[in-house]
């Protein structure tokens, strides 16, 4: 058991023995699965870009998004309070799944357009 919190999750992926946990906001937590210590891995500063989903790819860059926060791309020595590097084709969609398949870099996205 890992505690309480009042924040409910949007996603989750568990990577190198911790649980990174996304709650749709700029702050992605990370769990350490033997000690159950719980942190902050990183906050994006870009207000406006909550993280609701996200995946890592084969060389550890963290790939998120949410609504309207177009496909924000997290290096994997990024801690603390970053600025994430943005895609730059998704900023008007609400991208509900981000998903790394087979260990390459292709990257899937479920993508549902705003109304205008």
């Known amino acids: 058991m890992f505690g309480s919190t ?42 406006g870009k909550n993280i609701k989903v996200g995946d890592f790819g084969p060389t550890d860059y963290f790939y998120g998004g949410g609504v309207s926060t177009d496909l924000c791309i997290v290096p994997a020595s990024a801690s603390g309070v970053i600025d994430a590097t943005l ?18 870099s292709t990257l899937h996205q479920e993508l549902h357009r705003q109304p205008s």
């Open 87 to 104: 895609q730059g084709s998704y900023l008007s969609e609400d991208i509900v799944a981000v998903r790394v398949f087979n260990g390459i």
């Open 6 to 47: 009042r924040r409910v999750p949007s996603d989750a992926r568990i990577r190198n023995g911790y649980l990174y946990w996304m709650g749709t906001n700029r702050e992605i937590l990370k769990v350490n699965l033997v000690t159950d210590t719980v942190s902050r891995w990183i906050q994006i500063r870009q207000s």
